[in-house]
């Protein structure tokens, strides 16, 4: 702590948001902020400190990191207005880039960092933003591909418990309850992002987060198998080529999915350090009024 400094602030169209920086204790030294988004209804300090470590982390790199709590979260009370909570979402999003890039010292726009559905949220307002120029994205939503169902049914077709369950009948039992539903059931991924896109919308936003070269670092633990079960799935899903030059997708099937393993942590943290080069690298975006 002793190299790095941490300041909060007060910020919002209503002053009703609430953020923590950290980085170096003498400024910035990399021309690129980063802008760390809730999990959930989690508050900006992350699951078991995530979002902390991940903060200073990069500050002790050299970069400005900023975390904050959306709208009616941790210590953000929502806003006076009455408006969509979505819109609300995007315009606290907005604020708090506005913020990390206000004195100037970071000409090289922002990195947004989400897990669950603050990836999706990331993923959501990335397009219409040219002050974003790389989203590093961690379990976010990835739709179903026809490769899923292959690979899907050849797992149940390898698994000597899926056997046990037809000789036994219970497979069919286990069909009738997937249909007919469960309260004790998980929601789907879709119900965790509150500004999830559709197939159809994300491949369009995918196709022009490429065209305009902002870089997508997808990183996928075992949290996330239920709905994404090969490392190619996240290209195809987007239908991109999977030599894309802004794709890197990082498949460690092996975390949970809040890398509660400090090995694992450990991993990502290391993968986004060697990953921001990339982004301080590229040329400032030529997107205008999108």
Not at 68 to 74: A, C, E, Q, T, Y
Not at 131 to 154: A, C, Q, S, Y
Request: proline residues 7%; charged residues 25%; aromatic residues 6%.
């Amino acid at each position: 702590m002793g190299d790095i400094r941490e300041q909060g602030r007060v910020f919002g169209r209503e002053g009703n948001l609430l953020g923590l920086f950290s980085e170096p204790r003498q400024g910035p030294e990399m021309p690129v902020a980063v802008v760390l988004l809730n999990a959930g209804i989690i508050h900006r300090v992350g699951a078991s400190r995530f979002t902390v470590q991940l903060a200073r982390t990069l500050a002790e790199a050299g970069y400005r990191s900023f975390r904050f709590d959306l709208s009616g979260i941790g210590d953000s009370a929502l806003p006076r207005r009455e408006a969509p909570l979505t819109e609300i979402v995007k315009q606290d999003i907005d604020d708090a880039i506005t913020l990390a890039l206000e004195d100037g010292r970071c000409p090289g726009g922002v990195v947004l960092i989400g897990l669950c559905s603050g990836a999706d949220n990331a993923f959501h307002v990335a397009p219409t933003d040219p002050r974003v120029r790389g989203l590093v994205l961690i379990d976010p939503m990835v739709h179903e591909t026809p490769g899923f169902r292959r690979e899907k049914m050849k797992q149940r077709l390898t698994s000597a418990r899926s056997w046990l369950n037809v000789v036994s009948g219970r497979s069919i039992a286990l069909r009738l309850k997937d249909r007919l539903g469960s309260e004790d059931d998980v929601l789907p991924p879709d119900h965790y992002g509150l500004l999830t896109d559709p197939p159809e919308a994300m491949q369009e936003k995918a196709k022009q987060l490429e065209a305009d070269g902002v870089r997508l670092l997808y990183v996928l633990t075992g949290g996330a198998h239920r709905y994404c079960n090969y490392p190619g799935q996240v290209a195809d899903s987007l239908k991109l080529s999977p030599r894309s030059p802004v794709l890197q997708v990082e498949w460690r099937p092996q975390a949970n999915h809040i890398l509660s393993d400090r090995t694992d942590r450990q991993w990502l943290y290391q993968t986004v350090l060697q990953w921001l080069p990339g982004v301080n690298n590229q040329q400032p975006s030529s997107r205008v009024g999108r």
